[in-house]
């Protein structure tokens, strides 16, 4: 295999240059695939064609960063696995019956993207997903002896769930399924959030080679230079012809198996049949039309998100609604003040005694509170209703919690 350089280390304008194209890259970071109709929360399984590392030209990770903003993928096809591990709690499903009901606002179809894909967030996955330029996309979640597809075809997007035989129609001027609202579903999506990440406080290395759903791809290597982040490391494998991400694993500091694992199995860059974006509901399917939808709840909590959601870079601060960012990359931490009590404690008589299962008690000299975990986000809810939230550890949360005293 051939030596690989790195672009670990620069000074002055070189680095401002590279956080320039690095940015850039995370804008034109490969073309409209599946965003926009995909949406799939988090991960895609591990989709290697092992037969070795391939040996490939020699390419430092600026040139594999700009490889990326090149690329001009637009028409594919191909099969993906989801899985994701977050440590979250076992609730016997509870959790799923709550991010459905919150995404949804209560009613509307079964077929609703909003509700149907958070079952994402867990689990394994098998995916199908095809698109032809930014106009047609395609994504189907295969289940046990059930489809699951959403399609976007020029002004429509139709979602259509066989086990259930309802139909979600929208269009694309209405409908936040085709709008850049949604959350990553590809390794391509995944990797342009990462490298907006990407500045002084990164490493950007290259590290070798791969083979992923049988084609050769360089393996790009994120990681925080800070300590006290949860984040290990992030890795990208990028198809070494075409630039576009086939590959995402993020892999946890405290070591074990990926908290996100994302890449293809199977994938054709040729352009996939015009059939395949066409789609008629089945004879007497109940439709249901996103204005009819009942959606002003999740509408809402997505304006709420998008408003409170902490800046990154030189904009980390104080905004106008009270929230505060403490911090700078990849150990910025958000706190903002409920304005109450913290959570309930094991006073609180069956709830306290269920939260208390959920989260470990802290103390500080800012006072003492609750930290609820997962293997990549943490949260520390004070006894005195301050929030502090991040992907951090708890020492971290902690000492942010301390220095706010």
């Keep these: 295999m051939a030596p690989y350089a790195s672009d670990d280390s620069t000074t002055g304008g070189e680095a401002d240059e590279q956080g320039s194209r690095r ?12 965003i926009g109709v995909a949406a799939a929360t988090i991960g895609l399984v591990p989709a290697l064609a092992d037969s070795g590392d391939p040996d490939l030209p020699e390419i430092t990770a600026q040139q594999l960063i700009e490889k990326i903003a090149e690329s001009d993928v637009e028409q594919l096809s191909g099969t993906v696995k989801i899985t994701t591990d977050l440590g979250l709690p076992d609730l016997g499903g509870l959790e799923s019956g709550l991010l459905s009901g919150a995404a949804s606002g209560g009613d509307g179809s ?45 002004k429509d997007v139709w979602a259509y ?48 080679t791969a083979r992923v759903a049988d084609r050769d791809a360089y393996k790009l290597v994120v990681k925080p230079k800070q300590s006290g982040s949860t984040v290990g490391a992030v890795t990208v494998a990028v198809d070494a012809e075409t630039g576009m991400p086939l590959k995402f694993t993020l892999v946890p500091a405290s070591g074990g198996s990926a908290v ?12 996939p049949a015009a059939s395949t974006f066409d789609f008629t509901p089945p004879e007497g399917a109940k439709v249901t039309e996103e204005k009819d939808a009942g959606k002003d709840f999740g509408k809402g909590f997505e304006k709420d998100l998008e408003k409170h959601a902490p800046k990154s870079g030189k904009d980390l601060g104080r905004d106008g609604d009270g929230m505060k960012t403490i911090g700078e990359g990849w150990n910025a931490i958000a706190t903002f003040d409920t304005g109450g009590e913290g959570v309930p404690s094991g006073g609180g008589g069956d709830l306290g005694g269920f939260v208390d299962s959920l989260g470990d008690k802290v103390t500080g000299e800012f006072g003492s509170g609750t930290v609820f975990s997962t293997r990549l986000i943490n949260a520390l809810v004070t006894d005195d209703g301050q929030v502090y939230v991040g992907a951090v550890t708890r020492d971290a949360l902690v000492k942010a919690a301390d220095a706010g005293k």
Excluded: C, M, W
Aim: zero cysteines.
């Design 23 to 34: 940015r850039r890259a995370a804008r034109y970071v490969v073309p409209v695939t599946v």
């Design 110 to 154: 079964s077929a609703d993207p909003t509700a149907k894909l958070t079952r994402l967030a867990s689990g394994t996955h098998t995916l199908r997903v095809a698109a032809d330029g930014p106009d047609r996309q395609k994504l189907s979640l295969l289940e046990d002896a059930a489809e699951y597809s959403v399609i976007h075809n020029g």
């Design 161 to 208: 769930d066989s086990k259930s035989g309802e139909v979600y129609h929208g269009t694309g001027a209405q409908s936040p399924k085709a709008g850049k609202e949604q959350p990553p579903a590809t390794p391509k999506d995944f990797a342009e959030e990462v490298l907006k990440a990407v500045d002084d406080t990164t490493s950007v290395t290259v590290d070798g």
């Design 260 to 271: 996100v694992d994302a890449g293809f199995t199977k994938v054709d860059f040729s352009r």
